[in-house]
Structures are given as structure tokens and as C-alpha cells.
């Protein structure tokens, strides 16, 4: 009998600047087209998503921008490329409200995260809105006096 394999799990990469720059209105999970060496790659956790963006065109979704840097034992006898597009799997339901979203105004499709859900690469991305420079600094105070209240919470039950 086959032995099984212990599947790769939790998070590959993060987009904690989409955090930053955006409002998170509704997020979809989707699938990504790879290749072996870049699976390989995710595997050793060499993957960035900053300043990576989703692109709708012809009924189908992109990712653009995400950095899997190659292996060095990996792609002996391919070319990688690091920064090539990625197509996103996606259900036709999930594509069509895309589409009508971002087709209004402000809003932008951004990819939050890679992960691993069992032995699949999934892609976590997000309809979102653009903040003002002034929506930045409200949430960072909001963040900031949450830190205050826990340190006080905190340090009131050690006293006691």
C-alpha cells in the first residue's frame, strides 16, 4: 500500500499593503494555473505578492505582478520567468460579478494571498476600494488605540 503524503499547509505569501491601500469589500478563493517549478518554489516559500494585481479581460482572470522566484535545482531545462502572468481559476458566477464590480467606479480587484488548502495552490482575492490618504491615518489611529486598550487590560490584571 501507497504511503500518504503530508500535505503543505498554511499561508505561501501575503499582501499586507493591499491591507493598507484598500477597502476589502468581498473576497473570492481562486485556483491558479502553475507550472512544476513554480509549485516547487511555493513549496520553499519563495513567493511575493506585493504590488500584484488582479486583470479581468476576455471573460478571464489574471495575476499580474506576483514574484515566484525559481529554484535553482528546480528549472534546470526550462527558462522561468519570475514575473510571468498567471491565469486564475475562477467559477463563471464568480468571473461575472467581478466584472460588474470593478466596471464601477473606484473599485479594483487585488490578490491578498497564496496559500495551500490541502495539496492545491489557492489564490485569495479581493473587490476593493482605494483609500485616501486620511482613511490610512483614521485606520492606523483605530489600530493604535486598540494596542493602547489591550496593554491596559493587560497590565490591569497583573496589579491585582
Known amino acids: 500500500m501507497a504511503k500518504q503524503k503530508k500535505h503543505p499547509q498554511g499561508s505561501i505569501a501575503q499582501n499586507k499593503k493591499a491591507m493598507h491601500d484598500y477597502f476589502v469589500e468581498s473576497r ?4 491558479l ?3 512544476g517549478w513554480e509549485v516547487k518554489s511555493l513549496r520553499a516559500g519563495k513567493a511575493q505578492l506585493v504590488d500584484s494585481y488582479v ?3 476576455d471573460d478571464e482572470a489574471w495575476l ?5 522566484t525559481p529554484l ?3 528549472s534546470t531545462h526550462v527558462i522561468a520567468d519570475p514575473t510571468r502572468t498567471r491565469k486564475l481559476l475562477l467559477n463563471r458566477r464568480e468571473l461575472e460579478k467581478l466584472f460588474g464590480s470593478v466596471q464601477q467606479k473606484g473599485y479594483t480587484c487585488v490578490a491578498l494571498s497564496l496559500y495551500w488548502k490541502q495539496h492545491l495552490v489557492k489564490c485569495e482575492i479581493a473587490l476593493a476600494k482605494g483609500k485616501k490618504d486620511f482613511d490610512k491615518r483614521h485606520t492606523e489611529k483605530e489600530r493604535d488605540a486598540d494596542r493602547e ?3 491596559a487590560m493587560r497590565s ?3 496589579d491585582e
Open 33 to 35: 494555473a502553475l507550472a
Open 28 to 31: 473570492f478563493e481562486a485556483g
Open 72 to 74: 535553482k535545482t528546480a
Open 149 to 151: 486598550v489591550q496593554r
Open 64 to 68: 499580474m505582478g506576483c514574484h515566484i
Open 156 to 158: 490591569k490584571g497583573k
Open 55 to 57: 486583470l479581468l479581460k
